[in-house]
């Protein structure tokens, strides 16, 4: 079975541009989470989506925008780039969303990421 | 807001030692993950922690939640080179009515032969 798979892996910008990211989930997961996580720090929470509506967000400009596709898989867009935008990005999948029980099925899959830099 | 802090943040020890990370939230958890992230990596399940006082064991590490559901803790014992890499705790807070988890700043563990 494929892990939680994301592209692009590596990508360099320049300040004002856009990005879009894109996250494929493990087969069955609904949930798909994006973290921005910079060097040196802990995963920060960007967005949750199940089953394609938005059902969390983090403390992220409107820059950030993010949608999630009846396949279950998502995307995360950024636009007008800044300096401080570099970082990894990491896309989770969970078999739920966090409004379940306190049960397994919020563990948390993670891709391997596509690290951003913007010049 | 709502904020996950670790100590220490680094920790350097030789092989055999033990180890411990400590996780320290400002807000009651609804329950508690824990992740490890090796260099160039991405974090990767460790454990999930629910009740108040919950004790877990993998091998060699033990995983603590406290009383008040505001704390955690992870000890290695007899440290390995394969333990390197940086711990995580994640919180399951919840906000306007949904759920979030928030990663702690993490302790980064290296592991001297």
């Known amino acids: 079975d494929a892990g939680v798979t994301q592209s692009p892996t590596h990508l360099i910008k320049t300040r004002g541009q856009q990005v879009t990211l894109r996250c494929s989930p493990i087969s069955g997961h609904k949930s798909v989470s994006w973290y921005q996580q910079v060097l040196g720090q802990g995963p920060q929470f960007i967005f949750q989506?199940?089953?394609?509506?938005?059902?969390g967000r983090g403390n992220f400009p409107d820059r950030f925008s993010a949608r999630q596709f009846p396949n279950y898989s998502s995307e995360l867009n950024v636009n007008a780039l800044l300096l401080g935008d570099s970082a990894l990005y990491l896309c989770a999948s969970s078999l739920a969303s966090y409004l379940a029980g306190d049960s397994g099925a919020n563990v948390l899959t993670f891709g391997a990421g596509s690290r951003l830099t913007v010049l | 807001g709502q904020q996950v802090m670790q100590i220490p943040q680094y920790q350097h020890v030789q092989e055999g030692e033990d180890f411990t990370t400590y996780c320290n939230s400002s807000?009651?958890?609804?329950?508690i993950q824990w992740y490890k992230q090796r260099p160039g990596g991405h974090p990767v399940f460790l454990i999930q922690?629910?009740?108040?006082?919950e004790v877990k064991k993998q091998k060699r590490l033990t995983f603590q939640f406290g009383e008040a559901k505001k704390n955690s803790s992870l000890h290695i014992t007899a440290t390995q080179t394969t333990d390197v890499g940086t711990y995580f705790c994640a919180g399951r807070v919840s906000t306007s009515g949904t759920y979030k988890y928030i990663f702690g700043t993490g302790t980064r563990l290296k592991v001297l032969a």
């Open positions: 922690l629910v009740k108040s006082g």
């Open positions: 807000t009651t958890l609804s329950n």
């Open positions: 989506y199940y089953e394609k509506e938005e059902r």
